[in-house]
């Protein structure tokens, strides 16, 4: 099955910085890769996801790259806010069961 | 928030004692998952569901049985709750209209004592 990696498992920044979670995954033939946020004691949520036909997708402060190559992702938030601190998973799906593996999850606390 | 309620939300409960979370959506979505949330694993797959009475094992399946008798409704039985089934539950829905995201219900917190 699929292993994803994923680091730093806590992060933080200052208000305005930016900030980087990486995700490395196995499985050469996964084609979906989504991030989530999850504020404490709250449910996952989306945030953004990038196919395996595409290099960079971006949505205002945040953008998510991918390598195929090297079996990487990451997300990239700018202009990081108060309001962006919570924990951040990164998935690949490597199945058509639309079936999703999970990395360990990151804690980004941004310091106003 | 994607149509997704879970039930019981809480839940105390003692050692060998059968459990039943319930997993509801009104999204008509076909495949639902269940999945548990503890600290430092992130979130692991335990069954999910592809159509009506159409199941499969995911990566921490032990100890849980699912069922799936309605399009809305997917549930999780621990037979015989141990200590180590302590964790957060979440059940999530997608749908196969090349629309691959999975939206998640609230979660349920079960203690095992």
């Known amino acids: 099955g699929e292993n994803v990696e994923q680091h730093p498992s806590t992060l933080s920044v200052q208000e305005g910085d930016s900030a980087v979670i990486k995700c490395t995954y196995s499985d050469s033939a996964s084609n979906y890769f989504p991030w989530y946020k999850q504020e404490l004691g709250k449910r996952p949520q989306l945030i953004i996801d990038i196919r395996s036909n595409v290099g960079e997708k971006k949505d205002q402060r945040i953008a998510v790259t991918l390598n195929k190559t090297a079996k990487h992702f990451s997300l990239h938030i700018t202009e990081t806010q108060p309001e962006d601190s919570a924990v951040y998973f990164c998935?690949?799906?490597?199945?058509?069961?639309?079936?999703?593996?999970f990395g360990g999850g990151t804690r980004l606390m941004v310091k106003p | 928030d994607a149509g997704i309620t879970q039930s019981p939300r809480h839940k105390v409960t003692e050692t060998g004692t059968p459990v039943t979370l319930r997993c509801h959506q009104t999204?008509?979505?076909?495949?639902m998952y269940w999945y548990r949330q503890d600290p430092g694993h992130g979130l692991r797959l335990i069954h999910y569901s592809y159509g009506v009475k159409d199941t499969d094992k995911g990566e921490v399946s032990d100890g849980y049985s699912v069922s799936r008798s309605k399009t809305e409704d997917f549930l999780l039985t621990l037979e015989s709750a141990t200590s180590s089934q302590t964790s957060v539950y979440f059940c999530?829905?997608?749908?196969?209209?090349?629309?691959?995201?999975?939206?998640f219900g609230p979660g349920t917190r079960l203690l095992v004592l």
């Open positions: 998935a690949a799906r490597y199945n058509a069961g639309n079936m999703l593996t």
């Open positions: 999204e008509n979505h076909r495949y």
């Open positions: 999530a829905i997608s749908d196969t209209t090349g629309q691959e995201t999975q939206y």
